[in-house]
């Protein structure tokens, strides 16, 4: 919800209402407390982010708007929030949505360090292999979407008790 002041005029022409407009919208940013523009993102969400984008083919996927991970070093989450797919709470990775995207290959072991995911959906794709035992390790996962991948072997036992799902 925004709030703000705002004054009223008898006469209100184009002007005034963008003028007002901005003025809201800067309130609405200032309201924002739990994200700062200068925080670095996690190193080890970077590293996941990283490994997904160089086992799945990312320069081939259908949209990979904002991908740079020709960095050693982590980038700023503000940049990072900018990436087509990615949602970032903080300096923290929160959800990775690349679903009928074109990734072809295999999912990353370094996954297991997305300690705050929520939401992993990367349904509709061209993934093979098994999935990484380190994905027993994300407690805060709630939405898992992987189905119409060529993904083999049975379901891990992890997903039974170590996540909580949706």
């Known amino acids: 919800m925004l709030t703000g002041k705002t004054e009223s005029h008898n006469h209100v022409d184009s002007r005034d209402n963008f003028k007002m407009e901005v ?3 800067l309130d609405a940013v200032k309201n924002i407390d739990e994200y700062d523009l200068n925080d670095v993102l996690n190193a080890n969400d970077y590293a996941a982010l990283k490994a997904l984008y160089n086992r799945t083919s990312g320069e081939n996927w259908t949209t ?3 991908w740079d991970v020709s960095s050693e070093t982590p980038p700023k989450a503000s940049d990072v929030v900018l990436w087509h797919g990615v949602t970032v709470a903080g300096s923290r990775v929160t959800k990775i949505g690349l679903d009928e995207n074109n990734l072809s290959g295999t999912l990353p072991s370094e996954y297991g360090s997305l300690s705050k995911l929520q939401i992993l959906d990367l349904a509709w794709n061209d993934l093979h292999g098994t999935l990484p035992s380190e994905l027993g390790s994300l407690s805060n996962l709630r939405f898992f ?17 170590a996540i909580r799902l949706a």
């Open 64 to 66: 990979n708007t904002g």
């Open 23 to 25: 003025r809201l919208t």
């Open 145 to 161: 979407r992987l189905y119409h991948n060529e993904l083999s072997g049975t379901l891990p036992s992890f997903l039974g008790g």
